[in-house]
């Protein structure tokens, strides 16, 4: 089994900066990539961001050039800072891993993020 533990949410004012922590169980190399996710109330979950094993990176339209996802593999952990906030960017936000050999989903409990003045 694998635990995934979020950290980093909190209020933040509109154009603020966050940096969002994704401590896994695991070495981050045994998952082919790692997620973020955020979800608001009555909406599905959306995909952020990921990173392949090999680094490869991909993000929203919505986060492009504000977000960036990161991994620190002796940590075992995944990265999302968060620049230029915008309200629109409040949820709760999800890390996800993909585990290689075996193709199972892990999800963390989530950490929220607003974006308030």
């Known amino acids: 089994q694998v635990q995934l533990v979020e950290s980093g949410g909190g209020l933040v004012q509109p154009g603020g900066s966050l940096r969002l922590s994704c401590a896994a169980s695991?070495?981050?190399?045994?998952?082919?990539?790692m997620n973020w996710y955020r979800q608001v109330p009555g909406k599905q979950r959306e995909l952020v961001a990921t990173?392949?094993?090999?680094?490869?990176?991909n993000y929203a339209e919505s986060v492009k050039g504000r977000f960036t996802i990161s991994r620190n593999v002796a940590q075992n952990s995944v990265y999302l800072q968060m620049n230029s906030l915008k309200p629109e960017d409040t949820a709760v936000y999800y890390c996800?891993?993909?585990?290689?050999?075996?193709?199972?989903?892990?999800w963390g409990q989530g950490t929220q993020v607003t974006v308030s003045s």
């Open positions: 695991k070495s981050t190399n045994t998952f082919v990539a």
């Open positions: 990173i392949t094993s090999s680094s490869t990176t």
């Open positions: 996800n891993a993909i585990e290689r050999m075996t193709g199972s989903r892990y």
